[in-house]
């Protein structure tokens, strides 16, 4: 095996891990994964225009009932129902970790040898799952249980979000890139700029000194840059 499987979010991470893999002329296979996340048009369009843009092939897998998921007293924000914007979290606890392990048995059929996550030094704190020792888990998690040899990559853990954008930024066309992926929970034709994650995004962008598209990755935005 000499793929990587690259889960692709439609974030502006998990493109730079791509484009990287890219570069140093990696094979590469995407997989996007719907799993009721209230974004899901436009994180799924910026996922497929970054696999064409990148020019490789992206997969699509399903499990919407995640977002059903409650806790006693408290549901899961990421749907967001009625709470503005500034509130929904846009998060599962543990979802990553999960994907990551599910994503293993795709990553067997393409014959990958690695999988590859735009997860960051950030993803740490907001989902309260993702770090280097949690990956190696997974790594002996893959070695143990499922007698294979793939390894989970994620080459942007320890990095800021604005050493992301400047990671992305060295990458060949990192502008028309960039412009392609969302980072908002919220539905629409344009990004909300309130959300978690618009202001995450808005705070790093503007620190790197790079201009913002304020449209979201709808196919007619897409089909004019």
């Known amino acids: ?42 994180e799924r369009a910026a996922a497929v225009a970054v696999a064409k843009q990148l020019n490789f092939p992206l997969h699509t897998l399903k499990l919407s009932h995640l977002a059903e998921v409650e806790r006693p007293g408290k549901p899961w924000t990421i749907l967001g129902g009625d709470l503005p914007p500034d509130q929904i979290n846009g998060a599962i606890p543990g979802l990553l970790p999960a994907l990551i392990t599910l994503s ?3 990553a ?10 735009g997860a960051s030094g950030t993803s740490s704190i907001d989902h309260q799952e993702m770090g280097a020792n949690l990956v190696n888990h997974i790594n002996t998690y893959f070695a143990l249980a499922l007698s294979c040899g793939i390894r989970v990559q994620a080459p942007l853990m320890a990095k800021s979000a604005e050493a992301c954008v400047r990671f ?19 539905p629409g034709d344009v990004r909300c700029g309130s959300c978690k994650g618009c202001k995450r995004r808005a705070v790093a962008l503007k620190i ?6 304020a449209w979201a990755p709808g196919k007619a935005r897409i089909d004019a840059a």
């Open 1 to 42: 095996m000499s793929s990587t499987l690259v889960l692709l979010s439609g974030g502006l991470k998990s493109a730079a891990v791509a484009a990287d893999l890219k570069k140093r002329e990696r094979a590469i296979v995407g997989l996007f994964w719907e799993y009721g996340q209230r974004n899901l048009t436009n």
């Open 104 to 106: 293993a048995h795709d």
């Open 108 to 117: 067997l059929l393409h014959e990958c040898e690695f999988i590859a996550i």
């Open 168 to 186: 992305a930024l060295d990458l060949p066309g990192s502008e028309r890139l960039i412009a392609l992926t969302t980072s908002c929970y919220i």
């Open 208 to 213: 790197a000194g790079v201009k913002d598209s």
